[in-house]
């Protein structure tokens, strides 16, 4: 395992991110297995959020019960909206207030590691929100920031004002970025920055950290049939990288999905690959791309073919 660091969180955070979603939540062992499959692995930073419900929060109360609550650092996310009318969109200090707080009871540990909020809400001013996690950052809840599925001007926009104003700011970001191009967005407002350049270059510029979800390419080179992948992923291009990206790992002697994932990490960026494992094989496959190390124009042949 490798592993980084982000500003205001004192800790190793491994390349690797475990997602709960994947973890059965009424199968108590087998979740802990594969959980214990990605610790011994050198994983420790588990992602949750309240939008993906209590269960997954109970099976997390449970393994912090039986390993301390220290067992893993905490990538918390809230602010989900429930919809697009003003009444459902809920980048609000009361949902903040509520989301923070709850994902803590549920889990029954007292802070996150790292907050994010899951969706922006443009007309909210970034500094009102920089504000609001000042708040709960004072009272000990939360220990770092940031933004998923934040366009990064508006990151860039709630450090500046953080900084005019003495504050702490957003220490990580959390788009997707993947070799696959989407057509259109997977989920309602989920931001991919996989084809946006100026995105990308701003990341790079600024030592930004992301943490990628769908890093290896959201089951496409896996080879998964679904309606999703079909209307998200299923595009010349995709194909066209598949390909290359079959032969090149034959050549290399790993899975594509593990040459998929190895892309994004091998970014030059400040980056981190969420992964979703469902079984603690699936951990120790994922775990391999870490060790695949890529040149530029290696990176440049997979995304553009020369």
Known sequence: MTYGTIPHLDKQISKLVMGVIPLPQNDLPK?????????????????????????????????????????????????????????????????????????????EVDYSDIYLLHRDDQRVPAGDVV?????????????????SNWHHTRIEAANEYAEKHGLQGFSVSS???????????????????????EAREWYKKNNFPVFSWSSGGGGFFAGVDSSDVRRVYHNDTNFARKARLEAMAKEKGVTP??????????????????????????VQDNVQSVNINLTQDELDFLELGS
């Open 131 to 147: 504000e609001w996690l000042n708040e709960h950052l004072a009272a000990g809840r939360i220990k770092a920031f940031g933004g």
């Open 175 to 197: 788009p997707n970025l993947s070799l696959a191009t989407a057509n259109e967005a997977m989920w309602w407002e989920a931001l991919s920055i996989s084809a946006d350049n």
């Open 31 to 107: 979740a802990f297995a594969i959980l214990d499959a990605y610790r011994a692995a050198g994983g420790n930073v588990i992602d949750n959020s309240r939008i993906y419900g209590n269960g997954f929060a109970g099976v997390m109360r449970a393994y912090y019960e039986q390993h301390g609550q220290d067992a893993l650092i905490r990538l918390d996310k809230g602010n989900h909206h429930h919809d697009n009318s003003d009444a459902g969109r809920r980048v609000t200090k009361a949902d903040l207030d509520t989301d923070i707080r709850a994902n803590l009871e549920f889990q």
């Open 257 to 282: 999905t593990q040459l998929a994932v190895a892309w994004t990490l091998n970014q030059p960026l400040k980056i981190w690959a969420l992964i979703g494992p469902g079984s603690p094989e699936q």
